[in-house]
């Protein structure tokens, strides 16, 4: 081979540098994405405004439900390991007429007939003051309960001021909680007045308790060991933060990002071009198909052809991938498992969320701004929740595949691999730490922002999404956010589908 040849092959395989970086127009898809956020906020705020009554709906009165029977099944297993009344403290009387009811029966069974014979009084006030739509069903069920706290009041369980049609009533329109005010604590009265026919009674009336107060023994274990392996793993991520970021700062752990490369400014484009397709194609396939979930999976994954984009704009796509992430990682096989200890090490800044949310619903459920109490705002909630509830094992199917893979995989190409890619080259000539906690302020915000629980839920999600983003900055790949962020969704749906599923 000669000489020029030897040049030639030895040139032909050396590494090429990387293309200069192409003109961008950041500060354009910044005015797209602000516009964006922007319009689906004003959006969300006025469906809310177009929606009746706030909470009512199904799923608000199962979420009420869960709450009263996890209430009632901490009072009874308390109780019996205190061997003494125990009673948990009631939530407000806040909500739609029907909760009010259901409020009525949980005061009954906590409190004792009396105090819920005052709260029927406090219903009917608040009921002519701010005279809220009722139905015959609901009017007629009010005098029904006045009638029977009546005779719990004065000690007649057997209720003889019921019809059968007043108890299948109660059973229907009350579900779980017409069954639990039919099945009283106690039984009548011992004396020459208590009838044989009274003591049958008391009998069923007690045989019948303890099948209504079953269902609320395992709402309350389920939540006591949701919240015991919570605390548990908090305290593990708690531990392994403090020393996550000791070693950081020590300079032991280094991130592996590497920012100054002038390509910034093409993922701002892209990030606002994905806006855009996302929120066009979902629209689409909502209105084409009436919500179908299938074609919403497909439509979130289809919004992903604006990774081409940077490649259209002149960088090569080996380059793209190593800049978003979108690689195995150096380690292929740790990967995942830095995303389950990333997971672990989020879960404290996820209790500080939840402590924020909390107080700022406190601050919120302290009365609309008429005070009325027929109005007071729901929790925060995702619109897959209520499919994921009442739907088939095929929808409940699809739901989790949703929220467990393709979100993490979409969401997190995008939030964590496009954005903070743009926000740390925007910011690379700060320090190294400044740099990386306002990127993942940013794009942490948004990613809380255009999510549909609302303005509320924006705590919680910013300190999972905090977790995500240590891991991409540690480990440089997505693989690790993409593995914590589907443990997280995943774990949620699973949870919620046990708790408030059929």
Same mark, same amino acid.
């Given at each position: ?8 092959? @030895?040139? /032909? ?25 922007? &319009? ?9 405004? $177009? ?22 099944? /901490? ?25 009010? #009811? ?11 007939p009396k105090e819920a014979l005052l ?26 309960? !006045? ?6 009041? !004065? ?27 039919? @099945? ?15 003591? *049958? ?17 395992? $709402? ?19 531990? &392994? ?22 390509? &910034?400014?093409?993922?701002?484009? =892209? +990030? ?16 084409? =198909? ?34 978003i992430g979108l690689t ?22 996820? *209790? ?21 109490? +027929? ?21 409940? *199917?699809?739901?989790?595949? #949703? $929220? $467990?893979?393709? /979100? ?29 906690? +306002? ?5 942490? @915000? ?21 977790? +995500? ?6 480990? &440089? ?15 949620? =749906?699973?949870?919620? #589908? @046990?708790?408030?599923?059929?």
């Open positions: 081979m000669s000489e020029y040849q030897d040049n030639h092959f @030895a040139e /032909a395989h050396e590494p090429s540098e990387a293309p200069p970086a192409p003109r961008s127009w950041a500060w354009l898809a910044w005015c797209i994405i602000l516009l964006i956020v922007a &319009g689906s906020l004003i959006a969300r705020e006025l469906t809310v405004e $177009a929606a009746p009554q706030a909470g009512d709906d199904k799923l608000s009165r199962r979420l009420i439900e869960l709450q009263y029977r996890t209430l009632v099944g /901490a009072a009874k297993v308390l109780k019996e390991q205190a061997q003494q009344q125990v009673e948990p403290p009631l939530p407000a009387p806040i909500g739609t007429v029907e909760q009010r #009811l259901y409020h009525v029966v949980l005061t009954g069974e906590l409190a004792g709260e029927l009084d406090r219903l009917a006030q608040d009921m002519q003051k701010y005279k809220p739509a009722t139905t015959p069903e609901q009017d007629r069920l009010r005098d029904i309960l !006045r009638r029977l706290y009546d005779d719990y009041a !004065r000690g007649r369980l057997e209720r003889p001021s019921l019809t059968p049609a007043d108890r299948a009533l109660l059973r229907g329109q009350l579900g779980w909680f017409g069954e639990l005010a039919l @099945a009283p604590a106690g039984s009548p009265p011992d004396g020459e007045t208590a009838l044989a026919a009274g003591a *049958a009674v008391a009998a069923g009336i007690a045989s019948n308790r303890a099948a209504v107060l079953a269902p609320a023994e395992e $709402a309350f274990s389920l939540f006591a060991g949701a919240i015991g392996l919570i605390v548990l793993f908090g305290l593990a991520g708690l531990i &392994g933060l403090i020393v996550f970021l000791a070693m950081a700062a020590s300079g032991k752990i280094v991130g592996r990002i590497e920012c100054g490369s002038g390509r &910034g400014g093409v993922y701002a484009e =892209t +990030f606002a071009l994905w806006l855009l397709l996302w929120f066009g194609l979902s629209f689409l396939a909502a209105v084409a =198909t009436g919500g179908d979930l299938f074609l919403a999976s497909g439509a979130s994954l289809l919004s992903l052809i604006a990774l081409a984009w940077p490649v259209q704009r002149g960088i090569p796509w080996t380059q793209v991938r190593r800049d195995t990682g150096q380690d292929p096989l740790f990967e995942p498992v830095a995303g389950v200890m990333c997971y672990i090490m989020a879960l404290p800044l996820l *209790a500080i969320g939840l402590v924020i949310m909390l107080v700022l619903l406190y601050f919120q459920r302290g009365g609309p701004a008429d005070g009325n109490p +027929f109005t007071a705002p729901g929790m925060p909630s995702h619109p897959i929740i209520e499919p994921l509830v009442f739907g088939g094992w095929q929808t409940r *199917a699809v739901i989790v595949l #949703l $929220a $467990a893979v393709v /979100a993490p995989v979409v969401e997190e190409i995008m939030f964590r691999g496009v954005l903070y890619r743009h926000l740390r080259e925007a910011s690379c000539a700060w320090a190294k730490g400044l740099s990386i906690v +306002f990127s993942g302020t940013v794009a942490s @915000a948004l990613f809380a922002v255009l999510h549909p629980q609302g303005l509320i839920a924006v705590p919680v999600l910013m300190a999972l999404a905090y977790g +995500f983003t240590i891991a991409r900055e540690w480990r &440089g790949t997505l693989v690790p956010c993409m593995i914590g962020h589907g443990i997280s969704n995943g774990l949620v =749906t699973l949870l919620v #589908l @046990a708790a408030v599923g059929d």
